[in-house]
């Protein structure tokens, strides 16, 4: 990746755990954007954050996002087996223009 | 709701050949994106155009071009296909400033599945 990187790379969990995935990157941002991605599938858009806030929520989702470490955390609460996918953290650079750089995704599976 | 449309789905080339992605954003997106994702790899952007004309350029090899039409609809030229190249082509598309605080959400195709042998 172009921006940074996603921890862990996989992760397992059983349905109703919490999972939570972090990313981080390196340049100074305007905002940070989490999307979801099936197997082969297109990217879809789940959460924004912009560069001034520190903490945002959405259903079961909560975005955290610290720019003095330049890091971020996706929980997803009570997962569901229909949360298996791979989640990618992506920014939008000050200096890049229009363009999102994407970070390199966490696997997660939520076992029934 | 319409989504952006990529055709073909699925596209098998031999080496040195030529291929053409074709891309129709969401009605009214004035903005398309195209990355490429090599298996088990984050997409990397490629180019983009806003209001057809060339907006960023990213990781775009020489032997690539694309370009918006009027309709808005954009493709993606590929010629002398490498094995490197196969992967899966996403388009996406947007409306400036209408994200959140003018940030904007990309909405992706289901993508293109390119096979170079």
């Known amino acids: 990746s172009q921006q940074g990187e996603e921890d862990p790379q996989a992760l397992s969990i059983q349905e109703g755990e919490n999972a939570t995935m972090n990313c981080s990157y390196k340049?100074?941002?305007?905002?940070l954007q989490w999307y979801r991605q099936n197997s082969g599938r297109g990217l879809v858009h789940l959460i924004l954050?912009?560069?001034?806030?520190r903490e945002k929520h959405s259903g079961r989702l909560r975005v955290t996002l610290d720019t003095s470490k330049k890091s971020s955390s996706l929980l997803i609460t009570a997962s569901r087996a229909a949360d298996t996918a791979s989640y990618f953290c992506?920014?939008?650079?000050?200096?890049?223009?229009?363009?999102?750089?994407f970070g390199e995704g966490t696997q997660l599976t939520v076992n029934p | 709701a319409a989504g952006v449309i990529q055709s073909p789905r699925h596209l098998i080339k031999e080496k040195r050949e030529t291929a053409t992605l074709k891309c129709y954003p969401i009605?009214?997106?004035?903005?398309v994106y195209w990355y490429q994702q090599g298996p088990g790899q984050d997409p990397q952007f490629l180019i983009s155009?806003?209001?057809?004309?060339?907006?960023d350029k990213g990781s775009i090899p020489d032997r690539f071009s694309a370009q918006q039409f009027s309709d808005y609809h954009s493709e993606l030229n590929m010629s002398s296909l490498e094995l490197g190249d196969s992967a899966l082509y996403f388009c996406?598309?947007?409306?400036?400033?209408?994200?959140?605080?003018?940030?904007?959400?990309?909405?992706f195709g289901s993508g293109t599945q390119l096979s170079v042998l």
């Open positions: 996406a598309s947007s409306l400036a400033g209408t994200g959140e605080g003018g940030y904007e959400k990309l909405f």
């Open positions: 340049t100074s941002i305007n905002n």
């Open positions: 954050i912009r560069s001034n806030e």
């Open positions: 992506a920014t939008d650079e000050k200096t890049s223009g229009s363009r999102l750089t």
């Open positions: 009605p009214r997106h004035d903005t």
């Open positions: 155009f806003y209001e057809k004309m060339q907006s």
